[in-house]
């Protein structure tokens, strides 16, 4: 499955919804645009509504094909939006031009927010040059250094993103700097610790393998050149890493370095989450609602 195919993938789930909180902005009308051009959801627009339509009509897009929702100020507009999915009246949530914080603040009221009890976690999909397949990289956005328990449910929370899609038994690497266990590493403790975790079925659905220093994880010949026996070796689906230092670095250089192309979703709240950065692209930004729609359906 590549990015590109995940548009017509989106496409065949029909009577989806998305509420976009503070829709007044440029990028992301342009992917709201171009999402409705494909057919692939109905949009609640919440914000400033004079901005919005000035901004629909800038993109040629008729109102009658999305519901503005006025709102007063972000807070509002962050509220209703994800009340709109609380009582779902939409599938999934995106943000718009709004700070991550007050988005956040909303999805996780008792009221109406989106909690489900389980770690929200980040879970990019990425279409690199130079491979074959995509990979997801996960987590590089939300939890700063996950203690083992956290990373138990941000594995999970990415299988379930890649069996939305067609990933059946995803392959997972836990990375570190090394690939064997060192105490006073606490990468390769986790590591060692998820992979045992998988072994006795406490994790399912997947297989995990770590600690794998990165060059091991995605290429078989360097694994064999270090005598590593993997699984997942050459044929990775999920690179988890292990602190957002390390999931950062690793999404900007393939986004920058490799010319990746990227769609990403917030995993682990009720229904999916756009969380894009105000710097991603609209087409980054239409990748990851397609990768939304997608793994609202699971």
Do not use: W
């Not at 996960?138 to 990933?167: C, F, H, Y």
């Not at 690497?173 to 975790?197: F, G, H, Q, R």
């Not at 393998?209 to 990165?214: C, E, F, R």
């Not at 010319?259 to 930004?285: F, M, N, Q």
């Amino acid at each position: 499955m590549k990015l590109e195919n995940l548009l017509i993938e989106a496409a065949k789930i029909k009577g989806q919804s998305v509420a976009v909180a503070s829709a007044e902005d440029e990028e992301v009308i342009e992917a709201v645009a171009e999402a409705i051009n494909r057919d692939l959801a109905h949009f609640m627009l919440f914000g400033q509504k004079d901005e919005i339509e000035l901004l629909l009509d800038k993109k040629g897009i008729k109102k009658e094909m999305v519901q503005i929702i006025q709102s007063r100020s972000q807070q509002q507009a962050a509220e209703l939006a994800v009340r709109a999915v609380h009582q779902n009246e939409a599938s999934v949530l995106m943000k718009g031009h709004i700070p991550t914080s007050i988005l956040l603040k909303a999805v996780l009221n008792k009221e109406y927010g989106l909690r489900t009890g389980r770690v929200l976690s980040h879970v990019a999909m990425f279409d690199i040059p130079v491979f074959a397949k995509a990979v997801f990289v996960t987590d590089a956005a939300m939890n700063i250094e996950p203690d083992l328990q956290q990373k138990e449910q941000i594995v999970v929370n990415a299988v379930n993103v890649a069996r939305s899609i067609g990933i059946n038994v995803p392959k997972v690497a836990a990375i570190a700097a090394v690939e064997v266990v060192n105490p006073s590493m606490k990468a390769t403790l986790d590591a060692a610790a998820l992979t045992m975790m998988y072994k006795r079925g406490q994790i399912q659905n997947c297989v995990i393998d770590g600690p794998l220093a990165l060059d091991n994880a995605v290429s078989l010949l360097a694994a064999q050149h270090k005598g590593i026996t993997s699984e997942v070796a050459g044929e990775v689906d999920i690179l988890l890493v292990p602190s957002i230092e390390a999931g950062n670095v690793l999404y900007k250089s393939l986004i920058y370095f490799a010319k990746a192309k990227v769609g990403a979703v917030i995993a682990g709240a009720k229904a999916p989450i756009v969380l894009t950065s105000r710097s991603d692209s609209s087409e980054s930004k239409l990748y990851s609602l397609a990768l939304a729609l997608c793994s609202s359906e699971k």
